[in-house]
Nanobody, 128 residues
Framework: QLQLVESGGGLVQPGGSLRLSCAAS????????IHWFRQAPGKEREGVSC????????NYADSVKGRFTISRDNARNTVYLQMNSLKPEDTAIYYC?????????????????????WGQGTQVTVSS
C-alpha cells in the first residue's frame, strides 16, 4: 500500500522552529517531486513548497521564502520541511503530496494539478 506519513508538527512559540518529515512507504520517492501544502481553519489549502525528484529544483510560496527550507533524503525515503522564524499565520495542518504526473514546476502550487497521494497531515500551531 502506497502511503505518505507526515510527522514533526506541534506547538511552538512565534520565532521558533520545527522540522516536518514526509516519509513514504510502499514506494520509493526517488522519481517523484514532493509538494507541501497547508490548510488553516476556514481557509483553502495552499501550496507551501516543492522539491524535484533529484532535489535540484525547489519552489516556495512568497509567504515562507527565506524562512522555510525543503530538502530530501532519498536514501531514507523522506522529504523534510525545515520551518524557522515561525509566525502565528503559519498555523495550519501541513500535508505532503505527490503524483507522478506533477512536477515541481512553474504552477507547482496549483491544487488542481494531479495529487494522487496525500498524507494524513500534521498540525502546526504557532502561539505564545
Amino acid at each position: 500500500q502506497l502511503q505518505l506519513v507526515e510527522s514533526g508538527g506541534g506547538l511552538v512559540q512565534p520565532g521558533g522552529s520545527l522540522r516536518l518529515s514526509c516519509a513514504a512507504s510502499g514506494f520509493t520517492l526517488d522519481y517523484y517531486s514532493i509538494h507541501w501544502f497547508r490548510q488553516a481553519p476556514g481557509k483553502e489549502r495552499e501550496g507551501v513548497s516543492c522539491i524535484s525528484s533529484n532535489g535540484g529544483s525547489t519552489n516556495y510560496a512568497d509567504s515562507v521564502k527565506g524562512r522555510f527550507t525543503i530538502s530530501r533524503d532519498n536514501a531514507r525515503n523522506t522529504v523534510y520541511l525545515q520551518m524557522n522564524s515561525l509566525k502565528p499565520e503559519d498555523t495550519a495542518i501541513y500535508y505532503c503530496t505527490t503524483d507522478p504526473r506533477t512536477r515541481c514546476g512553474s504552477s507547482w502550487y496549483d491544487i488542481n494539478y494531479p495529487r494522487r497521494y496525500w498524507g494524513q497531515g500534521t498540525q502546526v500551531t504557532v502561539s505564545s
